[in-house]
C-alpha cells in the first residue's frame, strides 16, 4: 500500500471545502437537504485532494504516488473494503458516490504531472470532461439520480476553461501554447452558449453542480470577484436556472 497523502482537515470537511474551493461551497448552500449537502462537500473535498497534488510535490513520481492512494482507495470502497482512515474516503464511502467514477477521476490527474501543456483544445476539453466535468455529473446525480453527463458537459467545460486560465495566470500553463486571453474567453463563451440547450434537460434539484459556470466569464477575465458578487451571481443562477 502507498503512502498516505497528507492531511489538512484539522477543522473540518466543509470549513476545508470553504477555505480551498470556495465557488463550488458557495454553490452547496443552495442544497436545502443537509445530507445530500454533506455529500457534495464530501466530492468536493475529493476533487481539492485530486487537483493540490501537482502543486504540492517536487517530482511526477511523488505525485503519482499520491494520486495512486487515492485511486487505490476509491478501488477498495468499490470492491466493497472498509475505507481508509481519512475524513474525505470516510465521507465518500458513506454518500454512496460511484467509486470507480472517482478512480477514473483520480486517473485523470495524472495529466497535472505532465510538464508539456495539452496539445490542442480537443485534448483539453478530454481532460476537462474525466476532471470537472466528472465532478458535475457525480454532484447532479447526487441531487437528482436522473441527471445525465451530457446536461452539465458544456457547464463543466467552461468553468474548467476559466480555471485553466486563472491556473496560467498564477503561472502553471496547462493550456496550449498559442491560446490567448482572447482565445480562453472566446472558447467560455461558447461552451456557456452549448449549456444554455444542454440545461434545459438538468433536473431543478440538481443546478447547484453546475452553477459555478455562472461565474466562468468574468474569472476568463482574470477578474477577481468579492464573495458578496460571487453570491449574487450564484443566486442568480439558480433562481433563473442559467449559468
Known amino acids: 500500500m502507498s503512502a498516505a497523502p497528507e492531511n489538512p482537515y484539522d477543522s473540518g470537511l466543509d470549513d476545508l471545502v470553504r477555505r480551498m474551493d470556495n465557488d463550488r461551497w458557495l454553490a452547496s448552500r443552495f442544497v436545502s437537504d443537509l445530507g445530500a449537502r454533506t455529500d457534495v462537500v464530501a466530492l468536493v473535498a475529493f476533487n481539492y485532494e485530486l487537483a493540490r497534488v501537482a502543486g504540492g510535490v517536487t517530482s511526477a513520481l511523488m505525485g503519482e504516488i499520491r494520486l495512486t492512494w487515492w485511486r487505490e482507495a476509491m478501488e477498495e470502497l468499490a470492491a466493497g473494503k472498509a475505507p481508509r482512515k481519512h475524513p474525505a474516503v470516510e465521507a465518500l464511502a458513506a454518500s454512496g458516490a460511484d467509486p470507480l467514477a472517482l478512480a477514473a477521476m483520480a486517473e485523470a490527474r495524472l495529466a497535472d504531472l505532465e510538464e508539456p501543456p495539452f496539445a490542442d483544445e ?10 470537472a466535468g466528472a465532478l458535475a455529473t457525480l454532484i447532479a446525480r447526487r441531487l437528482d439520480p436522473a441527471a445525465d453527463a451530457s446536461a452539465v458537459r458544456a457547464a463543466a467545460r467552461a468553468y474548467g476553461l476559466a480555471g485553466l486560465w486563472r491556473l496560467k495566470l498564477a503561472g502553471r500553463s496547462r493550456l496550449p501554447l498559442a491560446w490567448t486571453a482572447a482565445d480562453v474567453e472566446t472558447r467560455v463563451a461558447q461552451q456557456r452558449k452549448a449549456a ?4 434545459k434537460a438538468l433536473p431543478i434539484a440538481a443546478f447547484p453542480a453546475v452553477a459555478p459556470a455562472a461565474l466562468a466569464t468574468r474569472q476568463a477575465k482574470g477578474g477577481e470577484m468579492s464573495e ?8 442568480w443562477s439558480v433562481a433563473t436556472g442559467r449559468i
Do not use: H, M, P, Q
Not at 480537443?122 to 476532471?131: F, I, R
Open 196 to 199: 444554455a440547450a444542454e440545461l
Open 122 to 131: 480537443a485534448a483539453v476539453l478530454a481532460y476537462l470532461d474525466a476532471t
Open 228 to 235: 458578496l458578487e460571487k453570491k449574487a451571481r450564484l443566486t
